[in-house]
């Protein structure tokens, strides 16, 4: 069960990856139509555009409850306390960050996002409690 969590682990950190490449291209397609100058990734000043300032803080988001997601199941699994219930829970998560991901680049409905948002962070509550028991 242990491998079936860090496959887990491993698709969310190639989710991530992923992202990084699209939001990297996003700045690319920005800097060839001259929305933005190159140099404003020097020390992020000056205007950015909105749906960049979007993506980027999609970006920053994984580096939040998602980080607390990978400690707590590595918790998990140093406790050896993985079941086929932190199974679900884990890709529970994974599943409610890419709804996050798809609200946060569509619509962009923040009563939907922060749903999505909150799933997470309960669901990670769930699993460092199953961790502290």
């Given at each position: 069960?242990?491998?079936?969590?860090?496959?887990?682990?491993?698709?969310?950190?190639?989710?991530?990856?992923?992202?990084?490449?699209?939001?990297?291209?996003?700045?690319?397609?920005?800097?060839?139509?001259?929305?933005?100058?190159?140099?404003?990734?020097?020390?992020?000043?000056?205007?950015?555009?909105?749906?960049?300032?979007?993506?980027?803080?999609?970006?920053n988001?994984q580096?939040?409850?998602?980080?607390?997601?990978?400690?707590?199941?590595?918790?998990?699994?140093?406790?050896?306390?993985?079941?086929?219930?932190?199974?679900?829970?884990?890709?529970?998560?994974?599943?409610?960050?890419?709804?996050?991901?798809?609200?946060?680049?569509?619509?962009?409905?923040?009563?939907?996002?922060?749903?999505?948002?909150?799933?997470?962070?309960?669901?990670?509550?769930?699993?460092?409690l199953?961790?502290?028991?």
């Amino acid at each position: 069960m242990d491998r079936s969590l860090i496959i887990i682990m491993t698709l969310y950190y190639f989710y991530i990856v992923a992202y990084m490449f699209y939001m990297f291209n996003k700045r690319k397609q920005a800097v060839l139509r001259n929305e933005i100058r190159t140099s404003h990734f020097r020390a992020y000043t000056g205007e950015t555009p909105d749906y960049l300032k979007v993506i980027q803080n999609h970006f920053n988001n994984q580096f939040q409850i998602p980080i607390l997601f990978l400690i707590v199941c590595l918790l998990t699994i140093q406790q050896q306390k993985t079941s086929r219930l932190v199974i679900g829970l884990a890709i529970v998560f994974v599943i409610s960050r890419i709804v996050h991901s798809l609200i946060h680049l569509g619509g962009n409905n923040v009563i939907k996002r922060a749903s999505a948002y909150f799933t997470g962070v309960v669901i990670v509550g769930i699993m460092f409690l199953i961790n502290a028991i």
